[in-house]
């Protein structure tokens, strides 16, 4: 009885194993996969840093665009915080805020 019991923990062990394994294998992708991500969005601010440069815009309509294209799937806020802190730098040419 007691040998079947350990058994039992050993066979639960190596699942529990296998299972980490397969949680550390998928974690890994979606890291890799946010990393691609991370890389475009820079790239896109870059570019579009360059282009605020010679064109000019109209940060108001830039911040209404996005409470108005978010604001239903966002409870009406449409992320116009944190909304408006990105487009403020980015017409600024300005890194993006750490916060």
């Given amino acids: 009885m007691f040998f079947d019991e350990i058994k039992e923990v050993e066979k639960n062990v190596a699942d529990l194993k296998t299972d980490l394994v397969a949680i550390r294998e998928g974690v890994e992708g979606s890291f890799d996969q946010l990393d691609d991500i991370a890389a475009h969005i820079i790239a896109l601010e870059a570019i579009l840093v360059e282009v605020i440069k010679k064109t000019p815009i109209d940060a108001d309509a830039v911040k209404a665009w996005i409470v108005e294209a978010t604001g239903e799937n966002t409870g009406g806020d449409g992320g116009k915080t944190k909304s408006e802190i990105i487009v403020d730098s ?10």
């Fill in 90 to 99: 980015l017409l600024k040419g300005e890194t993006l805020p750490k916060n």
